[in-house]
């Protein structure tokens, strides 16, 4: 159960509340917020049902979760989730899209860095998204540069004001990165690795948690909450496909729904990933504008200058001229969109 | 392969193909073209080389076709399929989409139907759609008026001069629905009973062919191949959804991704049915949108005047009011759409 | 619910509770046993319950259907059916698993279909299986030689006595293929094709039904039924696979726990095909014994006189050579498994 | 490729091929067995061909590795892995099967798990399995006992004489762990943590690794390979089910098959876990069969003093008479299955 309490709520009636709960067994979480103290209680509600609280002084409000996710529930947090960067940029509720662009893997070459950092910055994208750390299926592929490719990412965002993400695979590596990162990024394949969701959501830090190939949505949502309950409430989801009987044409089905069905139940800001979800450069544009036409809050994109000669996912990957073109329509769709009186959150929630 | 003849190639040159393809044992296929005539034939390549045939006097181009459906192929007919009907109506191609609504079972209310198809004209909406005969799971579920409620969807397409569609389970009753019905519909239960497929593709008369919940797209295309290979080239695909591992909030996983690649692979118009793929209301919209920005040719959208007493599906239908706030946002969205310089058409092809 | 008249209930007595039922608008189903006449009723159970019939004259007990099919259920009928044929094999139950062998397609050559026949009735099968009819993917693969196909299966029925197995696609196709056949089967493709299903469900005739490639468990049993609803008791169920996301090694996945599961729920006979299941010729071995171990009633298989040559699915066929030691093998493991005390039986129930 | 020397082959011989092939940019890999030094080398075979390799002096065979997994291919190794333990028992080969059982979780009731330990050495059991760090879908279920259950584990341990299994979820706690237990698990939802397959793959202790929920089995291998790669060759792969589309009556569907297809493929021992594979207590005894029949060479399985109070899986545990009773039964039928004649194995390979 989330117990609100009254904007006029005393200390004591508070605590009140809390040992009351603490001495039946259940286990609480006070959050402060700017106006309303929230109080989560987990246990037994057959023993103390809601209406025994909403007597408390001082209670506003008790409400039921009906979803086992709570930290990232909307029942519990109706407003959306907007996390600011240093730079201004925010990602969330009615914000402009944001767009995550780059290599899959950063690479031995600066300059071909910089160059993609350029062309994103000159398109209008805010991150500098690059490969360190490579979760590869077979241990005789590429496996990253490690710390020098966080190195060039941090060079790159310095000559450009871009924000940087890479992935994060390893709870030790991260006292390293937090140098060199602003997001860090969780990969598909990590996304019930909890040691490392527990590591993350002990860092001060935003973090991009994709979707797994078999995570059904509610498993997404509480892998979120297992970085949420460690402390770490910066959680931007991201949608990249899920594994289905029909891999011929792209190498993931896009889960389009999940969006605006994430955007229902819960108050976090989600991304989409159309390189890693179709593995085909003419998908990335139109599956692209089916992810913000349904409400998501952001896009990340694989692009490369030089694709032919990538160390992973070339394929997949736009070359910086086609890069220009898909940008430059998709930032005119977006700027329609904004005028579309948004329709879509007045419909969805 | 696929032999383009010159335009001012003669019959004896054409003839002399044939027969030399025919004494090789290859199946052969004379399509002729409003400028070319154009020869499929299906054989061992490694006995007749395209090079071969490119010899022959008269000869254009010979083409290999990569994808084991050919007709439904891109490679053979590069130009986008348009049907047309007796009103005018166009689907396929750069034709503003249609939109196809109507409840999922017509039932004993001839003027709820009614109220139905007044609202959809004045939509804007082209056809209505209504189930005679409904296939279900279980036995003991309702299982459609049959005639009774094709005269009502008659009645109400002549009240309204909507077209009509309905789904047909049984070759038998073909000769009866085509007196009823401007658009046939195979629904996802159906996409591999061929011997349906054969029926309906010798029918003159468009037929809706929707993808089954476990078909790749390879199947999808091969089983249009199958109508089509009896003579009816008027196919109109419909992505509605396949099975996942996840249907706690969707009933479905909507393969958006599915109407690009098909529009690459195929010049088939294909659309799209986001109520029976969600098996949400909330989601109509959103999904619908999502078909539309990557290319999708029209909608198929439940709509019932008393979604509460439907005899099927009525919570993943749109309630009449609904449908009109919805509708009105999707025509505005339709409307923006086409000023985006076809920049789909151009970037998928 | 299901009402179990007392073995000396009187027609008197079995009238009123129908009439009672009638009167309150369910639906009634009347099954006249050896020992004791069941009802079926399907209606609300809310304005009649249980307890309330219960109080009749003449009923032995009231049971409510949990799941969705009623009459393929195990809490409607307890005990196992079997089917017995004209020559004393007999499917289900504790009898033994019974072996239905044969091409996948009959071909235009007599006397190789003579040759597998011969072979399969040395080692003990008790069925020829040979498709007449395929059901193909593509409508340029070879489509099956029809009636032709089945008056050589009666030919080598005739010469070897062993009962006859083929799928049927179409209902016209029916009464022809009355004369031949001893078993009609329905296709993956066809699980669903409920026009089929109920011309089936009013034969005479002992029908295999094959689960669909996404067909859950409960759907498959809602299939069969559908056939048992229009009369027809005698349905053998058939595990053949499902799609899964790995089709790398084999064509689908093999669920061998929904037999158990299916044996658990449902009193009707189940087969297993490994050679359909796996698309392997090397899986159909260990493939078949774990499905006799976990209480298959039987077991479909692929062979051929000539697999290099087969006009269909030669590669998953086993050559008589093989098959004869194969089936050697699964002879021992089936005599062994039958002293095995019938642990699985009196596990699962 | 892999390069298989002469028994005699000298060192100057095999230092040759090894300098040619380093020369031409291959990575390398030297493996001194107890009769033939073999080298693994990667590299560009158009460059250097199996036949300018086979004409060195000392070489007596040159295989090309057909699959992406190389140390875990049956190609390279064609003998089965056989593991052996401290007291002798092994895993692997012809081998007797293993039986590894326990609580999902060990609790705080030392004597609980010290009599679910005496009934597993009853009955024959090698191996005692008990969770310490349990992975969990929500943050707020019980997460494990941590160090102090491994110490219970090992008291249990030298009670009764069983070795131990317990799962790693951080390379941090593997010191620590190693002091107790005998048999290293990664779980299903780390098979692609490639930090932590690094880590175990640096330890000199059997490793077992449970394929993931949406592995193929060409990645489950490729996951074997990450650890092989880092010098542990004592791999066990463990079929434990594969998300599908049907959980309404099993939580997962097993893949049997994959059991031969894996055989056929690696050299690497196999076992399956029908507990977690399907969720449901009676489904255990039937599918540890089907695991056995087709060379399965052990079975995990969950069973507990007191399920109705286990703080987690207790649905799916065996209650220890129902254990022993279920276990009786599987020795008896291990026991008939080891005169079939090694059918299997030879079919197989």
New interface residues.
Partial sequence: MIIIMERNATKVQIQRVIDFLKDNDF?VRRNVGEIHTVIDA?GDKTTITPGRLAAFEGVKEVKVIRE???LASRDRNPEDTVIEFKNGVKIGGNNKPVFMVGPCSVEADYDGLLEIATAAKEMGCEFLRGGAFK??????DFQGYGEKALQFMKRASEATGLLTVSEV????DLPMMLDYIDVLQIGA??V?????LHAVGKCNKPVILKR???S????FL?AA??IM??GNMQVILCERG?????????RN?????????IK??SHLPIIIDPSH??G?R??I???A???L???ANGVMMEIHNDPENALSDGKQSLPLPMFKE?MT?IN??TN?LRY??Q??SA??K
Avoid: W
């Fill in positions: 286990q987990i086992p996710f709570r979760p590869r299926t077979s241990p005789y695979m390893d709870a030790s394949r990590n019930q690795n909890f040691k490392l797994g190939l078999a059904t949505i509610r498993e509480l909450e297992h309950y460690n899920i594994r289905s009987f029909d891999n011929a044409f792209t089905v896009m889960d389009i729904a999940s969006i605006p069905v229902k139940y979800g179709t085909q003419y998908l544009e139109p599956l504008k089916a992810g036409v349904v409400g898909v329509r005119k769709f329609n579309e009186e329709c879509l419909n969805v």
